[in-house]
């Protein structure tokens, strides 16, 4: 919002008290304060008598003042009042756009909390172009986030409600990671009963708290200082191991990716073999696993291995041929 005109009407007002104060002061005599106060009642015309009898020059600097005052006066208050209308208005209409944005979300991430864990995660699903929405009821995590231009609701997480207003029916998952355990347990309960189908990704603070969570209905339970203090235990016995995955699925700068992919129903792979598919040589992919419909997990599969529909194979290569290949498997 341009706010120099508001500026150079206040500067202009600042410079009438000033005439005013040093013209009475001078020409009539007066105490400093009194002549403030006779140039600010002579502006604000509210009708009070003059503390002492005029001069000529004084009645001269008074009619100066009226004339100049008054217009700088009202115009300096109808651009606060502007400001103050334009503000509100310009959220009104951000809100309600803001809202439509969300309502008209599919296939997307429900986030609830934007603390270190949710903003890490946002960050992560809007570097893929991932569709997603932040539920956090911090005011002022809410001013970062419409900076940001993230889509966001200012609601607690744990009613019903903010879910609805999320978009629950048509989102892909649901991820609670707020600080407390315990909302994040109602969290994954509210969830689950509007969506009993709906993946929910926990956070626990407390190892302990992995089995409620579970109970509770969630489909993944993470816990982020257990896995973050694994992390660096193997990064002190398997230092290349490590360097090795951060590499596949983290250094977007070597445009390698380690991606997930579902053999879909009509797919022509379907029944055939990995060495009869030429995924490995059509593409130039690492087939790391590959998942069954059954949930069984098949690491580093054979070329004799089949394909059935439902499948999903982990595999690394450049995102380009990853693209390629994922539309030939659907």
């Known amino acids: 919002m341009d706010y120099s005109r508001l500026r150079i009407s206040v500067l202009f007002l600042i410079g009438i008290l000033a005439f005013g104060t040093v013209g009475y002061s001078v020409f009539e005599e007066m105490d400093p304060f009194d002549a403030f106060y006779m ?49 509100e208005l310009r959220r009104i209409l951000g809100r309600r756009k ?20 949710g903003s890490v995660i946002a960050q ?24 940001d231009h993230v889509l966001y609701i200012t609601k607690d997480a744990t009613a019903e409600e903010s879910l609805i207003s999320a978009g629950i029916a048509y989102a892909r998952g649901i991820v609670t990671a707020v600080q407390s355990d315990a909302n994040n347990v109602f969290i994954t309960l509210t969830a689950k ?26 489909t993944r339970v993470v816990c982020p200082y257990l896995m973050g203090g694994r992390r660096m235990a193997q990064l002190l016995t398997r230092p290349t191991v490590m360097d090795f995955i951060d590499t596949a699925t983290m ?26 598919s030429h995924i490995r040589q059509d593409y130039g992919v690492i087939i790391v696993a590959i998942k069954k419909p059954s949930s069984e997990m098949i690491f580093n599969p054979g070329p ?22 994922d539309a030939v498997l659907k």
Do not use: W
């Not at 997930?260 to 379907?270: F, H, K, Q, R």
């Open 39 to 87: 140039t600010l009642i002579t502006i604000s015309t509210v009708g009070f008598s003059e503390i002492k009898p005029l001069s000529h020059v004084g009645r001269l600097i008074t009619v100066i003042i009226i004339i100049s005052g008054i217009s700088v006066l009202t115009y300096t208050l109808g651009q606060v009042a502007k400001i103050f209308v334009e503000g």
């Open 124 to 147: 992560e699903l809007a570097s893929e172009n991932i569709p997603f929405v932040i539920i956090e009821e911090d005011p002022a995590k809410a001013e970062i986030l419409e900076l």
């Open 193 to 218: 009963d509007l969506r009993p189908d709906i993946f929910v990704l926990s956070r626990a603070s407390d190892e302990k708290n992995e089995t409620k969570m579970r109970k509770a209905g969630a």
């Open 98 to 117: 803001l809202e439509r944005q969300i309502s008209a979300l599919r296939n997307h991430f429900i986030i609830c909390g934007y603390g270190r864990i």
């Open 251 to 276: 250094d977007h700068k070597l445009g390698l990716s380690m991606e997930e992919a579902v053999i879909g129903d009509a797919s022509n792979l379907v029944g055939k073999s990995l060495m009869d």
């Open 304 to 325: 004799m291995e089949k394909l059935e529909a439902g499948d999903v194979i982990v595999v690394i290569g450049k995102k380009e041929d990853l693209q390629r290949m």
